[in-house]
């Protein structure tokens, strides 16, 4: 890998949350439902470190690089990732990536979300970006003021955007 954005991870679905938060910091990570070690082991199209809680990996003898999350608690997990793989906050991209299926997002022409997003939202935002898979669309609003937020604290960051 040629630095800690290109870190590639695979969570447990008893870690979606903590899936959630990495992609907020614009880490490819890989979130199924129907995940499994077995499939995440088998899955060799990218290397990617495994986020499990689950004892018998912790215990076991694995080829494949993993974490095993110990805190309940979906900020702690974050600070538990960040900390065994000594990320920093210039080798993230917070919002990349579609939060819903990991895509990486595009900056969109506002006249292209017209009729997609709220009235309101189209006459007072200008910027706009969505993702090429789902469709999804973002824009920056309270909720990514308030991740912003948490991301400085995270990383022990005092500046304001």
Not at 83 to 100: E, K, N
Not at 101 to 116: F, L, M
Request: proline share 4%.
């Amino acid at each position: 890998m040629n630095s800690k954005s290109d870190i590639c991870f695979a969570a447990e679905p008893a870690l979606g949350k903590l899936a959630k938060w990495l992609r907020i910091l614009g880490f490819d990570t890989s979130y199924e439902p129907g995940f499994s070690v077995e499939k995440a082991m088998d899955s060799g199209r990218k290397k990617r470190i495994l986020l499990t809680r689950t004892e018998r990996v912790r215990n076991g003898k694995l080829s494949q690089e993993f974490i095993f999350i110990t805190s309940n608690h979906p900020f702690e997990q974050l600070k538990e990732v960040i900390h065994t793989l000594g990320i920093v906050y210039t080798d993230t991209r917070p919002f990349s990536r579609c939060i819903r299926c990991n895509t990486r997002i595009q900056s969109v022409d506002k006249d292209s979300v017209q009729g997609n997003v709220p009235d309101y939202i189209w006459q007072t935002c200008d910027m706009f970006q969505t993702c090429g898979r789902c469709r999804r669309i973002y824009w920056p609003g309270s909720h990514t003021e308030r991740s912003r937020d948490i991301i400085m604290r995270l990383f022990d960051r005092n500046e304001k955007r």
